[in-house]
């Protein structure tokens, strides 16, 4: 049977004969493919995610045609299962040529989902769909890949960006945590430089971006799991980083990377990139820093990074921040963004950010810009405004890319590169966060607060799986107010903050949370 053009449609294992009707429904993931043999000779198997004008593949987004991936079975025999074991693919389609009469797909992660979301509007439970099949389509090999075909590297820009939402919502602990062991591995052993990729094989980055991944990584995980003799491993190797920096640093900016090196600021921007790299890298070299002295306060350790912080802050001033705009580098791509999440944005600043995107109503940011949207909305108490831009459909937005066919998201707004990159899924977390409040006192989600938002669809639910056992939340609305529901096995009670006011609920309880107009 020549030229078998098979599309699979769902994680899992799908065997397709060959008089089954195609296509079938389309998602994107990554799979292991395997064929029935029925004949003798050779088998090539070819994988792409898109199709061609004329039906055939079009590996375009996937690598282009000088880097297809392949299996090819050589002198092979009537009745034999052919099967690829070293590696898997990311793919839509995958053409057979040769003599087999089935292909079987099997979903391959390194991981498994811990976590569920569902709500009454659509394009919520799509973008949570889209994620999770991106994220588990990614965790392969013991790392947090950029995507499951075309380079399958470990960069640490896109697995900084990921870990939070990933830790929170799969089994992926283990890891991120051998993950963490290369990040270090692959650290200069003379300057302390962490590399742009771990296991290292090249790649572009910056140095207060992607570098700063020692620090962040290391964050998450004290977040999430609290595990000081974790945190005090690899806390020298946080230290050396931060020492590296200075070799990149004149006038308290960072200027450049090592001598051949990449020094890439904010990445894929809906429109070309404008914002400058300097500040970029500043800015995450200066959150970084005050990640690593929350972490050393977290391990009983003595740092001060207040004169390196202050050094940044004042050239960032100097050199990008307009006064009678009240804006840094011209509010572009999410410009203010950067400086308030250093605590460089005024209350007028804040409030001039929030009302650009509540008349804009979609992103305007690249991979670092558009995590540190959401987290800034969350702050503000905005989480109508997330619902907002979660469900937007205008160029650029996840809607967007729903629209026009995606089942995972993209690596860029417009769909021209690979359509299997989980980076601009790290705001997913706001799912959970924000939309479903779960919020938590101290750090490994031992003392859960729940603070439901006033604006909710009409219906939304999820649950997360934490040491102490599994948190389900649910709320609809009702009248003028919302019904409550929460089961949460493992813990004596769960807080609950409502208006100001706080409730205590049992393990498994309702509450019914009252609207202004009934207050």
């Known amino acids: 049977m020549q030229g078998f053009l098979v599309q699979y449609f769902q994680p899992g294992s799908g065997e397709f004969p060959k008089d089954a009707p195609f296509p079938q429904v389309?998602?994107?993931?990554?799979?292991?493919a395997s064929v029935q043999s029925e004949g003798e000779g050779e088998v090539v198997v070819r994988y792409a995610e898109e199709l061609s004008a004329d039906g055939g593949l079009d590996y375009h987004s996937a690598g282009g045609d000088g880097q297809v991936g392949t299996d090819r079975y050589r002198h092979v025999q009537n009745g034999q299962r052919l099967a690829p074991v070293f590696a898997c693919h990311g793919f839509r389609?995958?053409?057979?040529?040769?003599e087999v009469s089935s292909v079987t797909a099997k979903f391959v992660s390194c991981a498994e989902q811990t976590a569920s979301f569902s709500s009454s509007d659509a394009r919520l439970n799509e973008l949570f769909a889209a994620y999770m099949r991106t994220q588990l389509a990614n965790l392969h090999y013991g790392i947090p890949t950029d995507c499951p075909h075309r380079e399958r590297l470990g960069y640490t820009g896109d697995g900084q960006l990921i870990a939070d939402p990933a830790l929170l919502?799969?089994?992926s602990r283990p890891l991120f945590e051998k993950w963490m062991q290369d990040i270090a591995d692959c650290q200069d052993v003379h300057t302390g430089h962490v590399q742009h990729t771990a296991p290292f094989y090249g790649g572009g980055g910056g140095p207060g971006g992607w570098g700063s991944a020692v620090v962040v990584l290391l964050y998450r995980h004290m977040q999430h799991f609290a595990d000081r003799a974790f945190v005090r491993r690899y806390y020298p190797n946080c230290l050396r980083w931060a020492e590296s920096m200075r070799g990149f640093t004149e006038g308290g900016l960072i200027v450049r990377e090592r001598a051949g090196g990449w020094c890439l600021g904010d990445w894929c921007t809906p429109d070309p990139i404008a914002l400058p790299e300097a500040y970029v890298n500043t800015c995450l070299y200066v959150r970084a820093l005050t990640m690593l002295e929350e972490l050393a306060r977290f391990i009983g350790e003595e740092i001060y990074c207040s004169v390196e912080i202050a050094a940044a802050k004042a050239a960032l001033r100097k050199n990008f921040y307009d006064a009678a705009a009240n804006t840094f580098c011209g509010g572009v791509q999410g410009a203010d963004l950067f400086a308030?999440?250093?605590g460089l944005a005024d209350g007028a600043m804040r409030c001039r950010l929030v009302r650009f995107y509540e008349t804009r109503g979609r992103v305007d940011t690249g991979i670092f810009g558009t995590d540190l949207l959401f987290d800034f909305l969350a702050q503000e108490g905005r989480a109508d405004l997330i619902y907002t831009l979660f469900t937007a459909e205008a160029y650029p937005s996840f809607g967007y890319m729903f629209r026009h066919g995606a089942t995972t998201l993209w690596e860029e707004w417009d769909g021209k590169s690979s359509h299997d990159h989980p980076m601009f899924g790290a705001c997913v977390k706001h799912l959970f966060y924000t939309l479903l409040g779960v919020t938590q006192?101290?750090?490994?989600f031992e003392n859960?607060?729940?603070r439901p938002p006033s604006c909710l669809p009409a219906r939304i639910e999820g649950s997360l799986t934490f040491a102490w056992g599994q948190l389900f939340v649910s709320y609809v609305r009702q009248g003028e107010g919302v019904r409550m529901h929460v089961r949460a096995r493992g813990v004596s009670?769960?807080?609950?903050?409502?208006?100001?006011?706080?409730?205590?609920l049992p393990p498994e309880g309702e509450l019914y949370l009252p609207g202004d107009a009934e207050l």
């Open 26 to 32: 389309v998602q994107d993931t990554a799979y292991r």
């Open 93 to 98: 389609y995958v053409c057979v040529e040769g």
């Open 169 to 171: 919502t799969t089994s």
């Open 340 to 342: 308030a999440a250093i």
């Open 441 to 444: 006192e101290g750090y490994g």
């Open 448 to 450: 859960i607060i729940l």
């Open 493 to 504: 009670c769960v807080r609950v903050v409502w208006q100001g006011k706080q409730f205590s």
